[in-house]
């Protein structure tokens, strides 16, 4: 038996390539059970690894494990908002709510975990992260309407929509994924523009932004 | 020295008015500081007491002194939702939500600390305590519409409504309390019918919701 063939695969693998496949087996795990159901050997057998590997790579064990996979997880949904600036802006927004949806039907459970908190392993570290993604989608939408200066009306309307985006995230994972995806792409996109309607009654920066959408629609 | 006056004033006080006047002291201190920043020698000394009486009265300590001024709080929630079932329904909804901007108003850093969690307190009983207040939120609602049996996407308006105000009382808290709370108000309040709009679109219970509620505003 020569020395190659009794060395297990896995070992050949870069200190990056590893930390990546373990993040992997942990997102996958946390995906589909809550992080508090989550262990350390589970996620050492789901990577076909040792325990004392997980640990050599996350020496914080679980905690930072968890930490890393969901600023891996962060990574992940801050780049459904990656939509090149052209072309009308409803079927922009429709495409980035059509990823994160997406990112929201893979992961599951374990986006319900994240974003529900309430999970042993919460801190507010994690909240951070999770605030993070929520301030880089603000930043995408307002950036796309083309705005430099939003007023706090105008923010407050695009802060409330992402967390109405959240919510309705959530509830669509409890209701068994109905109504249908595309569904529910099309009203969170329809309701961006209510809001925005409603807004824009008091607040003349929204009031143009909405005047500005609507006649490129019609373009 | 007569017994009587060498007595406290707090010793003629019944468990009941003890314990109530013990959690209105730990709600107010909840309401301007996180619950982590708040200790039991300043829920004593707000109240005018003794450490050692606070622990008779809630001997789980911290923790169970914060989930019994949660519960507190979470009732007086409750309480902003009693609306009779006269009248235009936009009113009565604009009056609930009038009374929920108070509460917000009032307990200021104590709400910010309840909903958004991280919390070191923070656990799935507090979870369950806020969730069922949204819970109550979404019936008394539906139970104002008229509705005995909401279909999913009715359902999904009305809660994702209801996170949306949430969210918009925590940014207005974050704003140091703009637009004025009137405005605030109206601007939830245009915002649900705008969200029933759309949702009408695809759902003819909500239609028929939709045209009842701007049918009653015109006579």
Do not use: N
């Not at 409330?160 to 994924?177: F, G, M, N, R």
Request: hydrophobic letters at 45%; one cysteine or more; glycine letters at 6%.
């Amino acid at each position: 038996m020569s020395a190659a063939a009794s060395t297990p695969a896995y070992r050949r693998l870069s200190v990056e390539e590893r930390r990546a496949q373990l993040l992997d087996a942990a997102l996958s795990l946390f995906a589909h059970r809550a992080p508090e159901e989550v262990s350390l050997d589970d996620v050492a057998e789901a990577a076909g690894v040792s325990r004392p590997l997980v640990y050599r790579y996350f020496p914080g064990g679980k905690q930072q494990l968890y930490e890393a996979a969901l600023r891996s997880a962060a990574e992940e949904l801050r780049h459904c908002f990656d939509e090149p600036h052209v072309g009308p802006l409803l079927p922009r927004l429709a495409r980035a709510v059509d990823r994160y949806l997406a990112f929201v039907d893979e992961h599951d459970a374990g986006f319900s975990a994240l974003l529900q908190g309430g999970s042993v392993v919460e801190t507010s570290r994690t909240t951070a992260i999770v605030d993070g993604v929520r301030r880089a989608a603000a930043e995408h939408i307002l950036s796309h309407l083309g705005v430099k200066d939003p007023g706090p009306r105008l923010r407050m309307t695009v802060r409330v929509w992402i967390t109405a985006v959240e919510a309705a995230s959530l509830i669509w994972l409890d209701e068994d994924k109905q109504p249908p995806v595309a569904e529910l792409r099309d009203w969170l996109v329809e309701q961006f523009m209510a809001v925005m309607a409603v807004t824009a009654v008091r607040d003349p920066q929204t009031a143009a932004l909405v005047e500005r959408v609507l006649s490129a629609q019609d373009g």
